[in-house]
């Protein structure tokens, strides 16, 4: 599914530098980084960029702890501007309150303990060769629980704004966005599945990221559509 990460790792990129001139302006620079860390984040689930970039880490796989920390943020900072773009202050209350910040503290620190006690083995893209290693599969387990956990914060309120947005844009949004979650909730499945099912563990990963990225994107659009609107008016 390299052609899929690809399509995804220039979609985030695009996305980050059509942002780059309202960035300079002051404004929306928050989008400009969080495009550019998804891009960063796809780079490094390809092959070839992970394997040059954790060789210049050591070569010990490093780069996918680095990996897994990224995706946190990201998935944190996406949540949170969602949350901001819908009006949903209960969840942005759940993400960066008490328990959201707890839960991803200890994510966190589990994830490190996880990566030390495993063996990592020589520089592989994804682990998939220690996939028998205990301390794997709670490591890659792990990976999965923090951003599910994001996803299960905003289904609700995303599934009103499906019903109640009072933008067509807003509504079609929510529904990419909806989606979106509802399969990045379904990964914490991928525990229960056999070494073969990679090929579609990728696919939904990068279907995930495709759907969230669509949906920012369409509501970026919506907002330039809304602020054409009030000027021609």
Do not use: K
């Not at 695009?14 to 002051?26: D, E, H, Q």
């Not at 969080?34 to 796989?61: K, T």
């Amino acid at each position: 599914m390299t052609w899929l990460a690809w399509v995804t790792f220039g979609v985030a990129l695009v996305l980050a530098l059509v942002r780059i001139p309202a960035a300079l302006r002051g404004q929306s620079q928050l989008m400009l980084w969080l495009f550019a860390l998804l891009a960063g984040a796809v780079l490094l689930s390809i092959e070839g960029p992970y394997l040059a970039i954790d060789h210049f880490l050591g070569g010990f796989n490093l780069a996918n702890l680095l990996l897994r920390f990224l995706l946190y943020g990201i998935t944190l900072l996406l949540a949170v501007r969602i949350a901001q773009a819908f009006g949903a202050r209960g969840a942005q209350r759940v993400l960066l309150g008490p328990w959201g910040l707890a839960a991803l503290g200890v994510v966190g620190g589990a994830t490190v303990c996880s990566f030390v006690l495993l063996d990592p083995g020589a520089s592989s893209v994804g682990l998939h060769g220690e996939a028998t290693d205990i301390w794997f599969t709670v490591y890659s387990t792990l990976g999965r629980v923090y951003p599910g956990f994001t996803g299960v914060v905003l289904l609700p309120c995303l599934f009103r704004a499906v019903r109640r947005a009072p933008h067509r844009m807003l509504r079609a949004a929510a529904l990419l966005l909806a989606a979106g979650y509802t399969l990045l909730a379904l990964t914490n499945t991928f525990t229960l599945l056999p070494p073969s099912a990679v090929p579609l563990m990728e696919a939904v990963n990068y279907s995930t990221l495709l759907l969230i990225l669509s949906g920012l994107a369409t509501i970026w659009i919506g907002g330039l559509v809304a602020r054409r609107r009030a000027v021609t008016s």
